[in-house]
């Protein structure tokens, strides 16, 4: 699996103009939920379409994107948080234990 580091606003509004799908995973480096779920999306990963971005983002060094994000998307700030994005739009947030790569493939057609 390829993460995407997201460290910037540049690359967030390269997101919004993204014709496609793409992931956000929102990670908290404190947190053991967090932990549990990058191994659990890592572990799915053999699932995600080649083509589709996924993007990481330590909300803890990037506190600011994240705020970005739940503004741009209209999503409540959550950590450990999964965003599926199509054309620039937030079509499914998951947190804490309901994130499932699974389930956001079921969203993906």
Known sequence: MNWI???????????????????????????AVSLMAKRRIEKDSDHLPEAMPVYFLDLIKHR???????????????SPQ????KDGECI???SHSGISIEEALSEVN
């Open 5 to 31: 580091s997201l460290e910037s606003a540049e690359q967030l509004n390269g997101i919004k103009q993204h014709q496609g799908y793409s992931l956000i995973y929102k990670h908290s480096t404190r947190c």
């Open 82 to 85: 999964l965003l599926l994005i």
């Open 92 to 94: 499914l947030d998951q």
């Open 64 to 78: 600011d994107i994240s705020n970005q994000i739940a503004h741009d998307f209209h999503v409540h700030h959550e």
